[in-house]
């Protein structure tokens, strides 16, 4: 593990494996930097991959308070550290992260991005207006299992009957842990609306990939696809939104090393 230091003196813990281009990977949802290893290492072997914990999570620093630009800050300190323009690949909620980033101009050659959270039509029900407000009450009672929750069946939109068995599974204790930067995250996605305007000034060469399995995140990839200039657009038939790395590498090194 090897660090950098943001803007605001944040520390950014992250990985940097193989050879190559250099290529972040941006992740999303109450995790950390190892839920990419096995992505990590499909790609090694062509690109110099950054990994990087998110600040909030896991080995990386958490000055408060918060603000989204600081996301943007800790990735320019990222490419500080890879001395020269980068790929990145967002997923999820790190989709969108990665989207802003490339709008807001940072040093980037491609970014692809897999399904990220927008909602674009009815296929699914909205995010009621206070989620953040919810997460935030949750958080200042320390029912951090209970926000982790509300994240799975209000943003995700899973059923409750799917979401509370999982609280039983071994990584829900790991979710917990970083729940407080999901306060965060809905921060960043505000009412999960597509920033067409902002989204139209992505700079460089973008490709979207989807599943397939879900409606909604489906149409979101589609209408992302015909906003952002310079795009390609491509589905992994059958990939839930946990997508597999070995079913997505193979299409991100092709786009990548394009």
């Known amino acids: 593990m090897s660090r950098t230091i943001s803007a605001d003196g944040t520390s950014i813990a992250?990985?940097?494996v193989?050879?190559?281009?250099?290529l972040i990977i941006v992740g999303g949802g109450p995790t950390d930097r190892s839920a990419n290893n096995q992505l990590v290492e499909l790609l090694a072997p062509n690109f110099t991959v950054f990994?990087?914990?998110?600040?909030?999570h896991g080995g990386s620093g958490d000055t408060r308070p918060y603000a989204v630009s600081r996301?943007?800050?800790?990735?320019?300190a990222l490419i500080h550290e890879a001395g020269q323009a980068v790929h990145m690949y967002g997923t999820s909620g790190g989709g969108m992260i990665a989207l802003e980033a490339a709008a807001r101009g940072l040093a980037i050659n491609r970014l692809a991005v897999w399904e990220p959270p927008y909602i674009v039509d009815d296929s699914r029900a909205p995010v009621p207006a206070d989620y953040?407000?919810?997460l935030v009450d949750l958080l200042a009672e320390n029912r951090r299992g209970d926000m982790v929750e509300l994240f799975f069946t209000t943003a995700v939109g899973m059923p409750a009957?799917?979401?509370?068995?999982?609280?039983?599974?071994?990584?829900?204790?790991?979710?917990?842990?970083?729940?407080?930067?999901?306060?965060y995250d809905a921060m960043i996605t505000g009412d999960f609306s597509l920033p067409a305007e902002r989204i139209?000034?992505?700079?460089?060469?973008?490709?979207?990939?989807d599943g397939g399995t879900t409606p909604w995140l489906t149409?979101?990839?589609?209408?992302?696809a015909d906003v952002v200039p310079n795009v390609r657009r491509a589905t992994l038939s059958g990939q839930p939104h946990n997508v597999d790395a070995a079913a997505i590498a193979p299409t991100l090194a092709e786009f990548l090393v394009d």
């Open 18 to 22: 193989g050879q190559g281009p250099a």
């Open 200 to 209: 139209a000034n992505v700079p460089v060469p973008t490709l979207v990939v």
């Open 51 to 56: 990994n990087y914990d998110r600040r909030g």
């Open 219 to 224: 149409a979101a990839a589609g209408a992302l």
């Open 71 to 76: 996301e943007y800050e800790d990735l320019e």
């Open 132 to 134: 953040q407000q919810q």
């Open 14 to 16: 992250f990985d940097r």
């Open 161 to 183: 009957e799917h979401v509370t068995p999982m609280r039983q599974m071994p990584f829900w204790k790991d979710t917990e842990a970083v729940a407080h930067t999901l306060v």
